[in-house]
């Protein structure tokens, strides 16, 4: 049952965090080549959260990878742990790989804001309401782009993954409350 939850994360995050890496780095370079400004454009577009939120996301499919590994090993070897002491291993997984899910959506997260804010300004500057700070030609070089929807949809992508992830981890900790109720015996923190 463990093996099958970790595996199901695993494919869904690998899929759902390499679609998005390649629809990010894609729109970056078209942006790159695109605008004189490219580079400024990269950390005020949102990229530098939702890069973040992407390697949070891989950082999880390694973890995830290794849970797979822990629950393929106490399959094999069921004599050689006791109960609570397998308990205990797979809340250290789920624990750690909670964290870096929770992680992966805040900064993802706030990297949403931060597209869907500048996606806002750029749909009322081309109404004709200029954005605080923003001079009348900055404003009439944005335009909302096709490309802009790709950037939306990769950060979307990351969510879910880290999401998928998460709901994963709690399914596991209702199989381990199922195999030892919570105890303190053998844990070795």
Known sequence: SLRRINWFSWWSQVILTVVSSITLLFAKSVLKVGTPEGGKQLVSGGFLFAGSGISLSFLSIIWTWGGTRLSRRLKKRNADYSRIKVANMIRRTITIGTGLNLAGMFVTLIGAQQIVGLLASKLLSMQGVTPFGM???????????PLDILIVQANTNTLLSHFISLAASLIMTRSVKQLDPPSMEDDPR
Do not use: H, M
Not at 135 to 145: F, N, R, W
């Open 135 to 145: 001079s009348a030609a900055a404003v009439s070089v944005q335009t909302l782009q």
